[in-house]
């Protein structure tokens, strides 16, 4: 099993430039995460996807849309990108949106926005 | 605003001594979790434990939950330096749909 893949590793974009960030998972999970992560923060929750067939905005919605293709992939797009959203972005998933359930989390994608 | 906030916010020890983080929260829970992220990496699930619970080991961890405090506490005992990472505590709301919250996180440095 390789758990939570994401793609790509790094990216660089000019600002106004668009980007599709692709996450998936091969463990059957009903819910996944986008989350962001800046230097000495916490994560914060960007859209999640309860099920396949729906999505949600989470704590930080604008600027991004988001696409669960399948059971297995979740994406997330820059339409035109900000530096203010140079991070690291991270897909998560779990068996279920309840917090009795833990998240499984992708390597990251270190995202630079000039 | 953050509903689950980790301090230290960084700690440095030796190895073999005992590592302690708090996690202080809000509003009242369901469940509590910790994770861990060594430097580059995402995030891995420690422990959970649930809000009727007052204590959970695992291995070297034991996280204690006061929920009349509203705060969590992780203690690794023995550490390593391969306990070097940063450790997150991850809490949920009772109301309000969902939403689990990681705070900001505790640097551990284990020297050896």
């Known amino acids: 099993n390789a758990g939570v893949t994401q793609t790509p590793k790094f990216q660089v974009l000019k600002t106004g430039q668009s980007m599709t960030l692709q996450c998936a998972q091969d463990?059957?999970?009903?819910?996944m995460y986008w989350y962001r992560q800046d230097p000495g923060m916490g994560l914060r929750l960007i859209y999640y996807s309860a099920s396949e067939g729906t999505t949600d905005k989470g704590e930080v919605p604008n600027g991004y849309n988001v696409s669960r293709l399948n059971k297995r992939e979740f994406s997330l797009r820059l339409e035109s990108a900000a530096p203010s959203q140079t991070s690291v972005y991270f897909c998560?998933?779990?068996?279920?949106?309840?917090?009795?359930?833990?998240?499984?989390f992708g390597p990251g994608t270190r995202l630079t926005v000039t | 605003s953050q509903q689950g906030e980790e301090d230290p916010q960084a700690l440095s020890i030796q190895e073999g001594e005992n590592a302690t983080m708090n996690c202080s929260y809000k509003?009242?829970?369901?469940?509590l979790q910790w994770y861990r992220q060594n430097s580059g990496r995402g995030l891995v699930h420690l422990i959970l434990i649930r809000s009727n619970e007052r204590e959970k080991h695992s291995g070297r961890l034991r996280v204690t939950l006061d929920t009349s405090k509203k705060s969590s506490s992780l203690l690794i005992t023995a550490s390593r330096a391969a306990d070097t990472a940063s450790y997150f505590c991850?809490?949920?709301?009772?109301?309000?749909?969902?939403?689990?919250?990681f705070g900001a996180g505790t640097r551990l440095f284990v020297k050896a």
């Open positions: 509003t009242s829970i369901n469940n």
């Open positions: 998560a998933s779990s068996a279920a949106t309840r917090s009795s359930y833990e998240q499984y």
């Open positions: 463990m059957n999970h009903n819910s």
């Open positions: 991850a809490t949920d709301r009772k109301t309000g749909g969902f939403k689990t919250i």
